[in-house]
């Protein structure tokens, strides 16, 4: 399942490729990662599964469905990462993580289903950030019920 880029989402896009481009002789990549990225994925998530984002920062909450659940949404521009977790108290009910594809302007929906078989997949304690392994979140996604996954509100 796909969500469609917004257009100001793909222009900031080609102007990242642009600049790269000038500035290769540097040797700097101008990686589009991390808050970055998760904003934009936060942002289209959200508009496209009517998620109500907190007003203010909540740890591992990003938002809430129309009917209360809590919701933390995950988002890479990389093919093989899986999501990637800090430590902390906060826990959602749900979790959406995506792959952003800015080549071809869409973001995939790799899981969508309650976050706790996913934080299972975490040690006991760690500290700094923890990437949780692709293969096994894609097998949790397969395996989720249809009625556990967060419908759909805007379809693009």
Partial sequence: MYIKLPKSVSALYKAHSVMCRDFEHTGLTFTLDGKLVGDIGEAIVAESYGIVLCAKRTPGVDGHTADGRTVQIKATGRSKAG???????G??????????????????????GPEAPVRKLLPLSWSGTKVVNLGLVLSLDKKTNSKKRLARVVTS
Avoid: E
Avoid at 83 to 89: L, Q, R, S, Y
């Fill in 83 to 89: 999501p990637a977790f800090t430590p902390g108290k």
């Fill in 91 to 112: 826990v959602a009910d749900h979790l959406i993580f995506i792959r952003i594809d800015f080549d071809h302007g869409r973001a995939t929906i790799l899981y969508n």
